[in-house]
């Protein structure tokens, strides 16, 4: 697996949704962007599940951006699955934080933790990568904070909690738990 490959498809494939619902303060087109790749993730997973050979011709013909032994579903499924609910479910400046900080949180988290990592907190989680992680999301949850102007506080709760999922090893893929649990928190910090 090649981690910088599929970390910049992450980054790129990530961004789209959250960086188009910025342009249009409009949740259609964004949740239709959304729904599009997750159309054809749920098309790739069905096929998947029916010929596991077109998993195997899949990663021989995209080297480094599928992970070779997904779960129930691919991490980009459930990151997808994240971003639609995201954008359907969350106030404009929570959905737009919660999926930068998916998307560039977990690229940051992983490569820095991949490159220096020493600090194990559990199997292929360190706490460099973890620090990496909380470092670039408050970076961006201070942008999105002047932008919106929402109390950082709030986006630095949605951080944490964040991070902490990503590093914890559920059963749940964490491209879903990241993409939705925070954002839950946030939206309540943010109405209550």
Known sequence: ????????????????????????????????IASFFLFWLLLMEFERYLHPG????????SPGIFKTRPGVLTGDTNFMIASFISVLYFPLPVAVANLLFLTFGDAASA????????????PGKTVEGMLGGIIINCIIG???????????????????TGCILEVLPL??????????????????LLNG
């Open 142 to 160: 201070v942008l999105v904070s002047f932008y919106f102007a929402i109390p950082f506080e709030i986006l630095f709760a949605g951080v944490l």
């Open 171 to 188: 059963k749940i893929d964490d491209n879903l738990t990241v993409g939705i649990i925070p954002g839950i928190l946030m939206t309540i």
């Open 1 to 32: 697996m090649i981690l910088w490959k599929r970390k910049l498809y992450r980054i790129i494939l990530g961004g789209l949704v959250p960086f188009v619902y910025l342009l249009t303060k409009d949740p259609l087109a964004p949740a239709l």
């Open 54 to 61: 077109f998993w195997n011709w899949l990663l021989k013909h």
């Open 111 to 122: 490569m820095i933790g991949t490159k220096y990592g020493k600090l194990h907190i559990f």
